[in-house]
């Protein structure tokens, strides 16, 4: 195993599904302590600040505001700070892989070149896209 595909393999565990999304999960923790923290910050902030200057009775609108800021401030800090790990790889994909994808999911693919010939909308923006060959590939492709 050269060092890339380690360094991959163990990153692959550090990983977690959230919201039906992968994020690395050391920076999920940071992100959430840091957002709380300024949230409550804010809010807290507020409470300390308004009553100076803010009828009494909008005290916490105010303050609430404030922790709404601090979660904005952590929102942005965040995107700064912990930049998307995902890597994607695009490639052209072949009738081949096509017929293994349906194959593999239990698809009937006839069918499925059936009902694209049926709908000349889904033919044209298939060929549009470049992946109409995929489907129906050319003789000797």
């Not at 599904?17 to 992100?31: M, P, R, W």
């Not at 909008?58 to 998307?84: E, Q, R």
């Amino acid at each position: 195993m050269n060092k890339s595909n380690r360094d991959r393999g163990q990153q692959a565990g550090e990983f977690v599904e959230v919201l039906g999304d992968t994020v690395y999960g050391k920076d999920l923790i940071f992100s959430i302590i840091g957002s709380a923290f300024l949230g409550l910050g804010g809010f807290l902030l507020g409470k300390q600040i308004f009553p100076i200057f803010a009828a009494e009775n909008m005290i916490n609108s105010y303050s609430l505001l404030t922790g709404i800021a601090g979660l904005v401030i952590a929102l942005i800090i965040n995107s700064f700070l912990f930049k998307p790990k995902r890597k994607l790889i695009e490639e052209k994909g072949t009738a081949g892989q096509v017929k293994e994808i349906f194959d593999d999911y239990q698809l009937d693919l006839d069918q499925e070149r059936k009902a694209i010939r049926d709908n000349p909308a889904i033919m044209k923006e298939m060929k549009e896209q470049g992946i109409y060959e995929m489907f129906f590939p050319r003789k000797g492709d």
